[in-house]
């Protein structure tokens, strides 16, 4: 019946659609929108990644250099002078970052015999670690990118975060370890599988790994530098136990800085105390799944715990005159009760750099002692080598000439930096102006 009261004519069809109404419309045109900026997304990402997949490698030129000795040089005989610093040393390979990647340079040579170059240049640091079969890289744009050492050819990357800022990396163990948002992650070395991811407390959001302690009963201790770059945060230090086929935190403790702390032996860490602290005690401290635990201590002549490893904690001191500025004398302590074990002192005149433990020696560069009225002069120094255990000296290698920085900030005092497969790097404590490399 329609509006006269008539009968009406029957239609076909169901009811009409109602009119949308304008909110109606501006919903839809929103859920489109967010489709196609979700879309594009996908696809600048894709073009991200196959961006990045163009990253050049250009393989090994030559043989796989052979290594210097299948151990640490108990008495190297030769030494190369390098032109570029590098930031690991391995089997006859000193690798360094580029502004554009990693390359490995041939010690012997001096030739670079693989280089790896990103696509993507907008990074400025990067963090280089080697093992005997794998170069990892972690770059400030987030990504973590492994390099086989013989062929020079790119294994894996993967973005570990998208916000820049610089990354650490430690390899250890067959794991690639480095800092994320909020977390300290795991990668295996060859494959570039994640491992384990380890969540820092909620006031660390911002983690530097700093190094990565191996020790007994699959527990990894982890010293991190929390919120380094924070402006609304404080930073601290913190070290993690962390079980490494896990990733779950075991314990954590605040501490000093981590540079001040170094590995003893499979159960023990040796923690120097501050520069500014009262106290010049260093503590030996039991390390395990459960925590940490005081075990010993001991009061070198100054605050600085150089070099620890093999159960020997050895401090550069100079009780004489108490200066902090000239190392005369090597003592070394017991990792286990804290007890003198040795000690050598340098010759009127002379002075010793910052020594390194490995395979139970202990390496270190004795020369004469300097001052900023020296600067630019050529010096002669020698490289010793002594048995970690009882101090005895073992090899002397006489280093060629070297010429002391210019700069009156430099400190001019060599160090030996690494010590890997044969060969001993050696360099000023400022890590600027010559390199040398000992091998047997």
Known sequence: MNLL????????????????????????????????????????????????????????????????????????????????????????????????????????????YWHYERSNTSFVWSSVRASDRTVVAGFDDGRLVAIDLRTGKPLWQVQVQHEPAYRSVELVGGQAVTGAHGAVRAFAERDGRSLWTAKTPKSCPE?????????????????????????????????????????????????????????????TLAASPDPEADSMTVQLLDVNRHGIFPRAAFSPDTWDAIASGDGIVVSATDYRDGSLDRDTLLRAYSARDGHVAWHLRAPTGQEYGTPRIADGRVYVVRQPSLTHTDAGRRIRADLLILDVGTGHLLHTLRLPAMTTRNDDDGDMTLDVRDIAHGAVSISWRTWEGGLLIATD
């Open 207 to 267: 983690v530097l790994v700093y190094t990565v302690y191996l020790l007994a009963d699959h527990l990894s201790v982890v010293p991190v530098i929390c919120n380094t770059a924070s402006l609304k945060r404080d930073g601290y230090n913190l070290l993690l136990g962390i079980d490494n086929r896990t990733g779950e935190i075991l314990w954590q403790r605040r501490t000093a800085d981590p540079e001040l702390t170094d590995r003893a032996d499979e159960h």
């Open 5 to 112: 009261g008539e009968p009406g004519v029957g239609l076909s069809g169901g009811p009409g659609k109602p009119i949308p109404s304008q909110a109606d419309l501006r919903a839809a045109r929103a859920r489109v929108w967010s489709l196609l900026i979700l879309l594009i997304l996908v696809a600048v990402a894709q073009l991200l990644d196959w961006h990045q997949s163009q990253d050049a490698g250009t393989g090994g030129h030559g043989p796989f250099p052979t290594a210097f000795g299948a151990g640490a040089p108990l008495a190297p005989e030769h030494v190369v002078r390098l032109k570029t610093d590098g930031e690991a040393l391995e089997h006859g390979l000193s690798i360094r970052s580029t502004d554009s990647g990693v390359t490995a340079v041939n010690v012997r040579t001096g030739k670079e």
